[in-house]
C-alpha cells in the first residue's frame, strides 16, 4: 500500500496520529500557520484593491515557517497522495487552504474530526471532502482587515508619544469596555443606607419589607441562572433599602412596640435545569473562577489535553453532543447513578451564530479512569479535565429539585420577609454544583404568633460596580459578539502585553496608558471601539463563511464606506491636537505616601521594571521627585548611590555639542565604576532624555575622542 501525508496543525499530535495510523503513513505538522501577510505594498499592507478584487501577497511568517515549508515538500515527494487535517475552525480551513499553495497540491483531500481517537480519525479519513473556499474566503477576510485597521489605525497612537502600540479590531473595542466600566467606578459616588432586620425566637431572622401600604413584591421569586464566570460568593439577604439613620431607628422601635405574626407562607418545589456542556467562552469562563486560569493558560491547557486525545476539539461555540457521547454517557449513569439517569435530556440551545457541525468540549471516553490518568499528565490538565468531564456529565443528568419557601410576618403596619430553601434533589448537581447553600426555615402556620428576640440595623454603602475578572469579560464578549472562540484568550492577553490593562486583585483595570489610549480613540475612530459595530463585522465574516457574501466585495465595501472616510476624520483629530488634551488628562492612582517637598499626595506611576509594578513620583510641580520601594528598608526612598562596585553619579556640566536627535547641547555627564572616574555625553533635556529616540544618545570617552555605538565619532 502506497505512504500517504496526513499534515496536522500542532506537532503535539503527531505521535498520538502516528500510532493510530500505522507505518503506512507519514504524520507531520505546520506548527500552526506559515505564511502572512507581506509588509510590501501602499502602507506595507501586503495587499492591494483594485476594481472590486483583492490581491493577497503571503509569504512564510518568519524563518522556522521556511524550514517547515521545505521539509513538508520533501514529504510531499515521498508519497502518492496528500490529506490535510488542519483544524476543524474558520483558522483551520485557511491554514490547509495556505498548504495547498504552498505545496503546490491540485485538488488535496480535506478531512476534519474533533477528537482524536481511533474511530473519529478513521472516520474522518473515511469521508474526507474538498477545501471550503467559503471559509477560506472568510479566513482571508479576516486576515486583510486586521492588518488594515492595525496598520492604518495604529499610527493614530503613535501620534500619543505616550508608548502607545497599537489599535486592533477586537482588541480596541474590548480595551473600550474596561475603560467603560474604570470611568463608572471613578465617576461613582457611594450612597448610605441601613439594612433593618428582625430576629424571631423561633429561629430564623427576617427583613424589613416595606409596610401594608407600601409593600414590595414579596411573592417574585429570584431566579437563579447558570453563570460560569461567577466566584462563589453568596450574595447577602438585605432589607429594603432605608435611606436614613433616624427611618432605620425608627423601624425598629416600632418593630419592638408590636406584636409579630406569620401572614403569609408560600412553598414550592423548582426545577433547576442542568446547564450545557462547555463552549470555548465558558470553558475560559469556569476554569478562571474555579482554578484561577488565565483563558490563555486555560486553552494552552485544554490544547495539550486535545493533542492527548482526550478532549475533543476545544475551540467552538456549539453545545451539541455526539449521539455516541449522549449514549456513552447514559450508560455511564445507568452503572453509576441510575437514579440520576433522566427520561428526555434537557435540551440547550447555542448561539445563533455557533457551528453546529461541531461539537461542545467533551471527554473522548467517559469510562477513562481517573486515578490512571492522574499519573499520566500534569496537575493543571487534571483538574481541567475533570472539570470538562464533570460538566459534560452534568449535562446529561436530571434537573435539581428545590423546595423554595417565602415567608411574610408583620408587626404593626410593617412587614418582614425571610427566605428559605432546601435541596430535596441534587440531580445534576452531583457533578456541577451551582446551587446556593441550604438556608431551612422553620416549620411555620398562617397566623401564628411569633416571639421577638431582637431587631436591629446596620448601616451599609452603595458599591460601585465592579471591575470585570477575566472569566467576566469573556462572558461579556461573547454576549455582545466581540470576537470569536479562537479571539477571546489572545485578545485578553494582547491587552496585558501592550500594558493596556493590569490584573489587580484577579480584575482587570485599565492603565493610565489603556485609558489614554481610549479616549483618544473615541474621538479619533469611535465606530471602532463599538460592540456593535465590531459585532456587525463578526457576522459579515460568518455570512462569508457560510457563502452568503463575497469576501472581496465586503472588503472594498467596509474600506471605501467606512475605513477610508473615518482614517481622513480621525487625521484631523491628530493634527488639530486632540491628542496633546488627551494626554493632560491623563490621571493616575495616588498614593498615601506624601510628596516630602510640596506634601501632596505622589502618584503611582505603573512599570513593569521594578518589583511593586509602580513606582512614586510627585506631579504637581515639584521636579525629580521620585520615590522607589525598598525590600530593605520597607519603606519607600528615593534612589541610593550604589556601593564601591556600581557607578556613582558626579556633577555634569554643559558642553556646546549638539544632540544628534534634537539638537539640545549635550552635557558632560562624570561616574565612577570600579572605583575609576569615567566621562559620558548625553543630551542635557531631561524631558528629551525620557523619549524612546533618545535612549541611545551616549557617547564615551575613547581614545579616539568621543564616540558612540548608535551615531559612531561625534560630529560625524
Request: net charge positive.
Given at each position: 500500500?502506497?505512504?500517504?501525508?496526513?499534515?496536522?496543525?500542532?506537532?503535539?499530535?503527531?505521535?498520538?496520529?502516528?500510532?493510530?495510523?500505522?507505518?503506512?503513513?507519514?504524520?507531520?505538522?505546520?506548527?500552526?500557520?506559515?505564511?502572512?501577510?507581506?509588509?510590501?505594498?501602499?502602507?506595507?499592507?501586503?495587499?492591494?484593491?483594485?476594481?472590486?478584487?483583492?490581491?493577497?501577497?503571503?509569504?512564510?511568517?518568519?524563518?522556522?515557517?521556511?524550514?517547515?515549508?521545505?521539509?513538508?515538500?520533501?514529504?510531499?515527494?515521498?508519497?502518492?497522495?496528500?490529506?490535510?487535517?488542519?483544524?476543524?475552525?474558520?483558522?483551520?480551513?485557511?491554514?490547509?487552504?495556505?498548504?495547498?499553495?504552498?505545496?503546490?497540491?491540485?485538488?488535496?483531500?480535506?478531512?476534519?474530526?474533533?477528537?482524536?481517537?481511533?474511530?473519529?480519525?478513521?472516520?474522518?479519513?473515511?469521508?474526507?471532502?474538498?477545501?471550503?473556499?467559503?471559509?477560506?474566503?472568510?479566513?482571508?477576510?479576516?486576515?486583510?482587515?486586521?492588518?488594515?485597521?492595525?496598520?492604518?489605525?495604529?499610527?493614530?497612537?503613535?501620534?500619543?508619544?505616550?508608548?502607545?502600540?497599537?489599535?486592533?479590531?477586537?482588541?480596541?473595542?474590548?480595551?473600550?469596555?474596561?475603560?467603560?466600566?474604570?470611568?463608572?467606578?471613578?465617576?461613582?459616588?457611594?450612597?448610605?443606607?441601613?439594612?433593618?432586620?428582625?430576629?424571631?425566637?423561633?429561629?430564623?431572622?427576617?427583613?424589613?419589607?416595606?409596610?401594608?401600604?407600601?409593600?414590595?413584591?414579596?411573592?417574585?421569586?429570584?431566579?437563579?441562572?447558570?453563570?460560569?464566570?461567577?466566584?462563589?460568593?453568596?450574595?447577602?439577604?438585605?432589607?429594603?433599602?432605608?435611606?436614613?439613620?433616624?427611618?432605620?431607628?425608627?423601624?425598629?422601635?416600632?418593630?419592638?412596640?408590636?406584636?409579630?405574626?406569620?401572614?403569609?407562607?408560600?412553598?414550592?418545589?423548582?426545577?433547576?435545569?442542568?446547564?450545557?456542556?462547555?463552549?470555548?467562552?465558558?470553558?475560559?469562563?469556569?476554569?478562571?473562577?474555579?482554578?484561577?486560569?488565565?483563558?490563555?493558560?486555560?486553552?494552552?491547557?485544554?490544547?495539550?489535553?486535545?493533542?492527548?486525545?482526550?478532549?475533543?476539539?476545544?475551540?467552538?461555540?456549539?453545545?451539541?453532543?455526539?449521539?455516541?457521547?449522549?449514549?456513552?454517557?447514559?450508560?455511564?449513569?445507568?452503572?453509576?447513578?441510575?437514579?440520576?439517569?433522566?427520561?428526555?435530556?434537557?435540551?440547550?440551545?447555542?448561539?445563533?451564530?455557533?457551528?453546529?457541525?461541531?461539537?461542545?468540549?467533551?471527554?473522548?471516553?467517559?469510562?477513562?479512569?481517573?486515578?490512571?490518568?492522574?499519573?499520566?499528565?500534569?496537575?493543571?490538565?487534571?483538574n481541567l479535565y475533570v472539570m470538562i468531564?464533570?460538566?459534560?456529565?452534568?449535562?446529561?443528568?436530571?434537573?435539581?429539585?428545590?423546595?423554595?419557601?417565602?415567608?411574610?410576618?408583620?408587626?404593626?403596619?410593617?412587614?418582614?420577609?425571610?427566605?428559605?430553601?432546601?435541596?430535596?434533589?441534587?440531580?445534576?448537581?452531583?457533578?456541577?454544583?451551582?446551587?446556593?447553600?441550604?438556608?431551612?426555615?422553620?416549620?411555620?402556620?398562617?397566623?401564628?404568633?411569633?416571639?421577638?428576640?431582637?431587631?436591629?440595623?446596620?448601616?451599609?454603602?452603595?458599591?460601585?460596580?465592579?471591575?470585570?475578572?477575566?472569566?467576566?469579560l469573556v462572558q461579556l464578549m461573547e454576549?455582545?459578539?466581540?470576537?470569536?472562540?479562537?479571539?477571546?484568550?489572545?485578545?485578553?492577553?494582547?491587552?496585558?502585553?501592550?500594558?493596556?490593562?493590569?490584573?489587580?486583585?484577579?480584575h482587570l483595570q485599565p492603565t493610565a496608558?489603556?485609558?489614554?489610549?481610549?479616549?483618544?480613540?473615541?474621538?479619533?475612530?469611535?465606530?471602532?471601539?463599538?460592540?456593535?459595530?465590531?459585532?456587525?463585522?463578526?457576522?459579515?465574516?460568518?455570512?462569508?463563511?457560510?457563502?452568503?457574501?463575497?469576501?472581496?466585495?465586503?472588503?472594498?465595501?467596509?474600506?471605501?464606506?467606512?475605513?477610508?472616510?473615518?482614517?481622513?476624520?480621525?487625521?484631523?483629530?491628530?493634527?488639530?491636537?486632540?491628542?496633546?488634551?488627551?494626554?493632560?488628562?491623563?490621571?493616575?492612582?495616588?498614593?498615601?505616601?506624601?510628596?516630602?517637598?510640596?506634601?501632596?499626595?505622589?502618584?503611582?506611576?505603573?512599570?513593569?521594571?521594578?518589583?511593586?509594578?509602580?513606582?512614586?513620583?510627585?506631579?504637581?510641580?515639584?521636579?525629580?521627585?521620585?520615590?522607589?520601594?525598598?525590600?530593605?528598608?520597607?519603606?519607600?526612598?528615593?534612589?541610593?548611590?550604589?556601593?564601591?562596585?556600581?557607578?556613582?553619579?558626579?556633577?555634569?556640566?554643559?558642553?556646546?555639542?549638539?544632540?544628534?536627535?534634537?539638537?539640545?547641547?549635550?552635557?558632560?555627564?562624570?561616574?565612577?565604576?570600579?572605583?575609576?572616574?569615567?566621562?559620558?555625553?548625553?543630551?542635557?533635556?531631561?524631558?528629551?532624555?525620557?523619549?524612546?529616540?533618545?535612549?541611545?544618545?551616549?557617547?564615551?570617552?575613547?581614545?579616539?575622542?568621543?564616540?558612540?555605538?548608535?551615531?559612531?565619532?561625534?560630529?560625524?
Amino acid at each position: 500500500m502506497p505512504k500517504r501525508l496526513l499534515v496536522v496543525e500542532s506537532p503535539g499530535k503527531v505521535k498520538k496520529l502516528s500510532q493510530i495510523l500505522g507505518s503506512d503513513w507519514i504524520v507531520r505538522a505546520s506548527c500552526g500557520h506559515i505564511r502572512e501577510l507581506s509588509n510590501e505594498g501602499d502602507d506595507s499592507l501586503g495587499f492591494s484593491m483594485n476594481g472590486g478584487s483583492v490581491r493577497c501577497n503571503y509569504v512564510p511568517r518568519d524563518q522556522r515557517a521556511k524550514e517547515t515549508i521545505q521539509k513538508l515538500k520533501a514529504a510531499v515527494k515521498q508519497v502518492d497522495e496528500v490529506i490535510l487535517a488542519t483544524d476543524p475552525d474558520r483558522e483551520g480551513e485557511t491554514i490547509a487552504w495556505h498548504l495547498k499553495e504552498v505545496l503546490g497540491l491540485r485538488d488535496p483531500k480535506r478531512v476534519v474530526y474533533t477528537e482524536i481517537t481511533a474511530s473519529a480519525v478513521r472516520n474522518a479519513i473515511a469521508s474526507f471532502r474538498k477545501l471550503d473556499f467559503n471559509l477560506v474566503g472568510a479566513g482571508l477576510c479576516r486576515d486583510c482587515l486586521d492588518k488594515l485597521v492595525g496598520y492604518k489605525g495604529s499610527p493614530l497612537v503613535w501620534a500619543l508619544n505616550n508608548g502607545a502600540k497599537s489599535v486592533g479590531r477586537v482588541q480596541s473595542a474590548t480595551l473600550h469596555l474596561i475603560c467603560q466600566r474604570e470611568r463608572e467606578i471613578q465617576v461613582f459616588v457611594p450612597q448610605d443606607y441601613w439594612n433593618v432586620w428582625v430576629d424571631y425566637a423561633e429561629g430564623f431572622r427576617a427583613f424589613y419589607n416595606g409596610t401594608t401600604d407600601s409593600r414590595s413584591d414579596a411573592t417574585e421569586q429570584e431566579i437563579e441562572a447558570n453563570d460560569d464566570a461567577a466566584g462563589n460568593s453568596k450574595q447577602v439577604p438585605e432589607s429594603k433599602r432605608v435611606l436614613s439613620e433616624a427611618e432605620a431607628t425608627r423601624l425598629v422601635e416600632e418593630a419592638r412596640q408590636y406584636p409579630h405574626q406569620v401572614i403569609q407562607v408560600e412553598g414550592k418545589t423548582v426545577h433547576r435545569q442542568p446547564p450545557p456542556p462547555f463552549t470555548t467562552s465558558t470553558l475560559q469562563q469556569a476554569a478562571g473562577s474555579k482554578l484561577r486560569f488565565s483563558p490563555d493558560k486555560t486553552m494552552q491547557v485544554a490544547q495539550k489535553l486535545y493533542e492527548a486525545g482526550l478532549i475533543t476539539y476545544m475551540r467552538t461555540d456549539s453545545v451539541m453532543l455526539s449521539p455516541e457521547f449522549c449514549t456513552s454517557a447514559r450508560k455511564w449513569l445507568e452503572q453509576n447513578d441510575p437514579q440520576n439517569v433522566p427520561q428526555q435530556v434537557a435540551k440547550h440551545r447555542s448561539s445563533k451564530s455557533a457551528q453546529e457541525a461541531h461539537e461542545a468540549i467533551r471527554p473522548t471516553d467517559v469510562f477513562r479512569p481517573s486515578t490512571q490518568l492522574r499519573e499520566e499528565i500534569s496537575a493543571d490538565e487534571f483538574n481541567l479535565y475533570v472539570m470538562i468531564w464533570k460538566r459534560a456529565i452534568a449535562s446529561q443528568c436530571k434537573a435539581a429539585q428545590l423546595r423554595k419557601t417565602l415567608v411574610i410576618t408583620q408587626s404593626g403596619n410593617l412587614l418582614w420577609q425571610a427566605r428559605g430553601q432546601v435541596i430535596e434533589f441534587y440531580g445534576y448537581a452531583r457533578y456541577w454544583n451551582n446551587l446556593s447553600k441550604d438556608s431551612v426555615l422553620p416549620t411555620l402556620q398562617q397566623a401564628q404568633a411569633l416571639v421577638l428576640d431582637n431587631a436591629g440595623h446596620e448601616k451599609k454603602q452603595t458599591q460601585p460596580p465592579p471591575r470585570y475578572s477575566e472569566p467576566k469579560l469573556v462572558q461579556l464578549m461573547e454576549r455582545k459578539g466581540i470576537g470569536r472562540p479562537s479571539t477571546y484568550a489572545p485578545t485578553v492577553a494582547t491587552l496585558k502585553k501592550r500594558d493596556y490593562v493590569q490584573l489587580a486583585k484577579d480584575h482587570l483595570q485599565p492603565t493610565a496608558l489603556g485609558l489614554e489610549v481610549d479616549a483618544f480613540l473615541q474621538k479619533a475612530l469611535p465606530d471602532l471601539l463599538e460592540a456593535e459595530f465590531t459585532a456587525k463585522m463578526e457576522d459579515a465574516l460568518d455570512a462569508i463563511a457560510l457563502g452568503k457574501q463575497g469576501w472581496q466585495q465586503y472588503l472594498n465595501a467596509w474600506n471605501q464606506d467606512y475605513f477610508v472616510p473615518a482614517l481622513a476624520k480621525a487625521k484631523t483629530v491628530v493634527i488639530s491636537g486632540t491628542n496633546t488634551s488627551v494626554t493632560k488628562e491623563r490621571k493616575y492612582e495616588t498614593s498615601k505616601s506624601r510628596c516630602p517637598q510640596c506634601n501632596n499626595a505622589l502618584s503611582k506611576i505603573p512599570s513593569t521594571k521594578v518589583k511593586k509594578k509602580y513606582f512614586l513620583k510627585c506631579t504637581s510641580g515639584c521636579e525629580n521627585i521620585v520615590l522607589f520601594w525598598s525590600d530593605r528598608s520597607k519603606s519607600w526612598s528615593t534612589p541610593q548611590s550604589k556601593e564601591s562596585g556600581s557607578q556613582q553619579k558626579l556633577p555634569s556640566s554643559i558642553t556646546s555639542y549638539p544632540c544628534p536627535v534634537c539638537k539640545k547641547p549635550l552635557e558632560q555627564y562624570s561616574y565612577t565604576k570600579d572605583g575609576q572616574k569615567k566621562t559620558m555625553l548625553r543630551c542635557s533635556n531631561p524631558q528629551s532624555r525620557q523619549d524612546k529616540k533618545h535612549k541611545d544618545v551616549a557617547y564615551f570617552n575613547t581614545a579616539k575622542g568621543w564616540w558612540s555605538p548608535k551615531f559612531g565619532e561625534l560630529g560625524s
